[in-house]
């Protein structure tokens, strides 16, 4: 019987021609791994040195910062900022009526008679055919000064106009009880076309 010899499991290494061929062929990987290696190492060198330079030299560095900050402010093209348009349209300054400023005036001295004269015909109308006449707005009058409030100065916020000629005026007044407390009220007056007064209101003191 024949004895076949045993197959070996060793496996074969490459001649030198292969090495040689293999060495050639990853040459650049090789080179550029070093490059890169080398770099990195100059880097973190560089880094460090820089880290304990700032950090023994810490005024001097702040300084050095601060400075080309401002120098980068000042160099540097700033933005140029739109102008922001006001979201609320403000309605043209009016003046008030000659009739507002008698009202207001006869208004601080308590006297009935002469803020019925500011009125227009229609509120008039509209108001006696409420059953208020002048006798009732007087005695409404008075009863605000038995109870002890006064009227201060009066503060014009402004008005707006209507196109048919009508208007609103807007004040802040100031009042005080009998306790002498002062507090500030708001006015509205509504203004006829023929700058008589419609209406006034004053919902603080109703």
């Known amino acids: 019987m024949a004895v076949?010899?045993?197959?070996?499991?060793?496996p074969q290494l490459p001649g030198p021609t292969r090495?040689?061929?293999?060495r050639v062929l990853f040459w650049p990987l090789i080179a550029l791994a070093q490059v890169v290696r080398v770099v990195l190492r100059?880097?973190?060198?560089?880094?460090i040195r820089v880290i304990r330079l700032a950090?023994?030299?810490l005024l001097v560095t702040l300084l050095i910062a601060?400075?080309?900050?401002?120098?980068?402010?000042?160099?540097?093209?700033?933005?140029?900022?739109?102008?922001?348009?006001?979201?609320?349209?403000?309605a043209p300054l009016i003046a008030p009526p000659a009739s507002v400023r008698a009202y207001l005036e006869a208004q601080r001295n308590f006297d009935a008679e002469r803020m019925w004269q500011t009125l227009s015909p229609e509120s008039k109308a509209r108001r006696l055919a409420s059953g208020?006449?002048?006798?009732t707005f007087r005695q409404s009058v008075q009863l605000l000064q038995q109870q002890g409030f006064r009227f201060g100065e009066s503060t014009y916020v402004g008005g707006y106009k209507l196109p048919d000629g009508?208007?609103?005026?807007?004040?802040?007044?100031?009042?005080?009880?009998?306790?002498?407390?002062?507090?500030?009220?708001?006015?509205?007056f509504w203004v006829s076309a023929d700058g008589l007064i419609f209406t006034v209101g004053t919902?603080?003191?109703?």
């Open 55 to 57: 950090w023994r030299h």
């Open 132 to 135: 208020e006449s002048l006798a």
């Open 166 to 188: 009508q208007a609103y005026y807007f004040y802040v007044t100031e009042v005080r009880n009998a306790n002498d407390q002062r507090g500030m009220v708001y006015q509205i």
């Open 66 to 90: 601060l400075g080309g900050y401002y120098a980068y402010r000042a160099l540097a093209p700033q933005p140029v900022s739109q102008p922001r348009e006001s979201p609320v349209q403000a």
């Open 19 to 22: 090495r040689r061929r293999l």
């Open 4 to 10: 076949t010899a045993p197959v070996s499991t060793v």
């Open 42 to 47: 100059k880097t973190l060198w560089v880094t």
């Open 203 to 206: 919902p603080q003191l109703q």
